[in-house]
């Protein structure tokens, strides 16, 4: 893990990098004939260096040694699969607050976890329940709250399902709407705390 991360600053900062950002950014968005039903798209961003690939299934693209590996050495990751435990204080585990709202087909509860990943579920109707989440479930929870905060909470109209509190500094605040462009990682971090109280 730690030779891994070494190397992924290495390739983030090295030349080759910025180079196929550059290149990246000169060329012209062109159409992409789909021939499959599953495109994938990959996006990696440090600072003002920022650069993304759609690999439609039988079309060829660019030479991009040093995207495709930094790809290769985050994707285990981003699916919750790690070397070893990446639990340290740095990056925190910031608390948050999950709250599901009452629908006529769900049941409302709030749930709480802080920064030692000790949880707690409050239930409709008064029951609650305590868990500690797993080296595991915390690591992955840092992973999908750095992702969902990497954008700007948005102002929406939709029905609210969900609303997240992340006590970050400042605070991020908003119904699940409001994540627009974070949808499948607001998605993935509320089943993995569901899943953790055996939702």
Sequence with gaps: MIRNLSRLRTI??????????????QRKPGTTEQVCSDLITNEVTMGNLSMSQTEPCGVESQQTPAFDEI?????????????APVETTKPPLFPVRLERM???NQ?????????????????????????????????????LIARVIEEPVVPCTSTDHYRLDVATEPAISGPDCGFRERQPDFGALTVLLEDAFGL
């Design 107 to 143: 049941a409302a509860y709030v749930i709480k976890v802080d920064a030692a990943g000790r949880g707690t579920i409050r239930l409709a109707g008064g029951g609650s329940k305590q868990r500690d989440l797993s080296v595991q479930q915390r690591d992955t929870l840092r992973l």
């Design 12 to 25: 983030l900062t090295s030349e080759q990098f910025s180079k196929e950002v550059a290149d990246a950014a």
């Design 71 to 83: 790809v290769s050495i985050v994707a285990p990751a981003m699916t919750g699969n790690f070397d």
């Design 102 to 104: 009452q629908l006529p």
